[in-house]
């Protein structure tokens, strides 16, 4: 039976420096240091096609941490003056918690998961919780917290890299980052020739 898991390339291992004037290590602590290497999740992607992939991966994986974070900044500008407005926004968000929790808790429905669609019902309130700001004269709020807010998503979306790659050393003679792979060439060449 074919292997479907997830296979780890392996770095051939690199040849001691030979440099004499390098000085050894006199301890553990300095050989930690000197084998320390560490990973910066923020980098500027190279195209603007990465720079794209980039932004609809990060949006998928920090949706949720993006509305939090613009919705925080609303529910702070409505607190002065807006205050029908703020419980409308407290109410949608009511509405879309209970949406949520109620999608999580029935896992196998058809109707909720198949039929429905939940971007399109997400969308829905996010439109009707927009209509109801503007109705109560809340609208000049959206407009400018969504004008401040969306800008630091988008640059957050844009620099953040993954966490899910590893350094990879010798590879194609010099040093690349490689995701892990879900699917080995060879188990995909018997794939094909199967079908």
């Not at 420096?17 to 006199?26: G, I, L, R, V």
């Not at 920090?62 to 529910?75: A, H, Q, R």
Request: glycine share 4%; hydrophobic share 45%; aromatic share 10%.
């Amino acid at each position: 039976m074919a292997n479907y898991g997830t296979k780890q390339r392996i770095s051939s291992p690199s040849p001691p420096s030979t440099d004499p004037h390098e000085p050894e290590p006199k301890g553990p602590q300095e050989n930690f240091y000197r084998n320390f290497r560490s990973y910066c999740p923020i980098n500027i992607p190279s195209t603007s096609e990465a720079a794209g992939v980039r932004i609809m991966r990060n949006i998928g994986s920090f949706g949720l941490y993006y509305t939090l974070f613009v919705w925080i900044i609303l529910f702070i500008t409505l607190i002065p003056m807006r205050k029908v407005s703020l419980i409308l926004l407290v109410i949608m968000t009511y509405v879309t918690t209970i949406y949520c929790l109620i999608l999580r808790a029935f896992p196998n429905s058809v109707v909720l998961h198949k039929i429905i669609d939940q971007r399109v019902v997400l969308a829905l309130l996010a439109v009707a919780t927009a209509v109801q700001l503007i109705l109560t004269e809340a609208g000049i709020h959206l407009a400018v917290t969504l004008t401040c807010t969306v800008p630091v998503v988008l640059v957050h979306a844009v620099l953040w890299g993954s966490f899910d790659a590893f350094d990879v050393e010798n590879v194609s003679g010099k040093e690349e980052l490689a995701p892990l792979t879900g699917l080995d060439e060879s188990v995909a060449e018997n794939y094909s020739d199967a079908v």
